[in-house]
């Protein structure tokens, strides 16, 4: 499970200004791209409340956070499809042109400063208006059919990373999730991914570069190879690996547990190499 920041440590809030922060109750932030251009239009303004162009400036809405406290006025920031009451809404300014499969990002790709200030404009929301993080309060649009039961008739954003496009949705919206909280304890970002990868028993896996070092997700792994977890606490992990017992130091990226991909191979006794053309390290 995700560990939530302590709501009562107070972070400079910096980003937002105050008087964009009507005082009311709200319940979660949703958060989009706006499949334009770098730039907000006057129709995103009317249907997000703070948006974020190129180079990380943020753009007022139309409507105000408190319109959406109750939508039954009809007036309000619908940025949600049936999801608008009590909803923040936070929008990158890009993604025009994407396509979901295949993947191809468009002439108008996230960056990786949006996405990070993203996560720092919603770390202060969750903090002035006292809303935990967890997947159900603090998701992308493309999860909200997935954690709220609402459907959103495919809309994908914003659950793919361009510079790291093999993440799947969960990872991302675990990414975005631990970003927020990093944000609210007062912490640097953490490290973005790498678009390298592991190859290993047939099959390719993302992985994270962390202080150097590639990390893979063990769940992920034990579950496409036929691995069984024996027990997973604080810092190690053991499972059986097609019949070897393996121990492993493990660490938390996206509230998932990763191990180091030189560890696993160690532990195996198969050799790893890495290839700098393609981006990928192998195993065996």
């Not at 709200?26 to 995103?44: E, F, N, P, Q």
């Not at 009590?86 to 295949?102: K, N, Y």
Request: with cysteine.
């Amino acid at each position: 499970m995700t560990e939530l920041p302590n709501l009562n440590r107070r972070f400079a809030m910096t980003m937002i200004p105050k008087e964009w922060l009507p005082s009311c109750s709200m319940k979660r932030v949703i958060c989009h791209w706006t499949a334009g251009g770098y730039k907000a239009t006057s129709l995103d303004r009317a249907h997000y409340h703070i948006l974020i162009e190129h180079e990380g400036n943020l753009i007022r809405g139309t409507h105000s956070i408190a319109d959406n406290v109750s939508t039954a006025d009809g007036v309000y920031a619908a940025h949600t499809a049936k999801c608008n009451t009590g909803s923040i809404g936070v929008a990158v300014c890009c993604m025009g042109g994407a396509q979901a499969l295949p993947f191809q990002p468009g002439p108008y790709p996230m960056t990786q400063k949006q996405w990070e200030t993203m996560a720092k404009v919603v770390a202060e929301l969750c903090q002035f208006y006292r809303i935990p993080v967890t997947p159900q309060t603090v998701l992308g649009h493309g999860e909200v059919e997935t954690y709220l039961g609402i459907p959103q008739h495919g809309k994908w954003d914003p659950m793919v990373l361009p510079w790291t496009p093999d993440m799947s949705k969960t990872q991302v919206g675990n990414y975005l999730r631990a970003l927020v909280q990093r944000a609210m304890m007062g912490e640097e970002p953490a490290e973005q991914p790498s678009p390298a990868t592991l190859f290993i028993g047939g099959k390719t896996f993302p992985v994270v570069m962390l202080n150097e070092s590639a990390y893979v997700a063990i769940r992920s792994l034990a579950d496409a190879l036929g691995w069984s977890i024996h027990s997973a606490t604080a810092g190690q992990v053991r499972l059986n690996a097609g019949g070897k017992m393996l121990t492993l130091a493990s660490t938390l990226v996206g509230g998932k547990g990763h191990v180091a991909c030189r560890d696993l191979a160690y532990a195996l006794e198969l050799p790893i190499e890495w290839d700098a053309q393609t981006r990928r390290i192998m195993i065996g």
